[in-house]
């Protein structure tokens, strides 16, 4: 099978994906690395380039394929939800058990949650023949996701303990929240928009 160029850079996502995770599991608070936060930062931002790169073309070139509706979904949920698992994890916990990263496991539990029962609405609805595409919820929440991990690996490496504004220090826990919020309010809005589907099969 043939895969054509936006598949290719949608696989190359995953690649990057992985190797990012390799990365940014390595990374410790207790003794802090910033290049190597940076260099995560870095692949993450290409791999978010990406993700609009490929739909980009696709709609383009009329290249849109069954393989990518599948693939590319799949890819943005392993690179985002992958980033959050990390920043929640104990590398980004010090030895008084303050979270660097102002993500709570729940929070990520709410996350990987709502894409679990969004996939699992968009294949119920698809499968008898109703569009179910992202809207702008969907949208905004995707966005606030990568702009909350991004800025928190330039926050941990830079920014904490820095003595800058006051400002900076509401930013992080600020966008973690707003992205929390956004999920939430997202997986309600699809479930709404499913809610006569399954009226109609029960």
Same mark, same amino acid.
């Given at each position: 099978?043939? +895969? ?5 850079? !949608? ?27 940076? *260099? ?9 380039? !990406?993700? #609009? ?17 599948? *693939? ?6 392993? *690179? @985002? ?16 058990? @303050? ?11 709410? %996350? ?5 029962? +969004? ?31 991004? #800025?928190?690996?330039?926050? &941990?490496?830079? *920014? %904490? ?8 220090? #509401? ?5 973690? #929240?707003?992205?929390? &919020? ?21």
């Amino acid at each position: 099978m043939k +895969i054509n160029l936006p598949n290719q850079i !949608t696989l190359c996502r995953l690649v990057l994906a992985v190797i990012f995770f390799a990365l940014l599991s390595r990374f410790q608070v207790r003794a802090p690395q910033p290049l190597l936060l940076d *260099l995560c930062l870095g692949i993450f931002i290409v791999a978010a380039i !990406t993700d #609009w790169l490929d739909g980009y073309l696709a709609r383009r070139n009329n290249q849109v394929t069954t393989l990518g509706r599948i *693939l590319d979904p799949f890819v943005d949920k392993v *690179l @985002v939800g992958g980033a959050f698992i990390i920043l929640a994890g104990p590398g980004f916990v010090d030895a008084a058990g @303050v979270s660097y990263s102002a993500v709570e496991p729940w929070m990520v539990v709410v %996350m990987i949650g709502r894409e679990l029962l +969004i996939s699992s609405l968009r294949s119920f609805a698809e499968a008898r023949g109703q569009e179910f595409g992202a809207d702008v919820f969907g949208k905004a929440k995707t966005v606030v996701q990568l702009l909350t991990a991004g #800025w928190i690996m330039l926050d &941990v490496a830079h *920014l %904490m303990g820095s003595g800058g504004p006051a400002l900076l220090a #509401w930013i992080k826990p600020g966008l973690v #929240w707003l992205a929390v &919020v956004l999920t939430t309010l997202s997986g309600v809005n699809y479930v709404i928009k499913a809610s006569h589907l399954l009226k109609e099969s029960s």
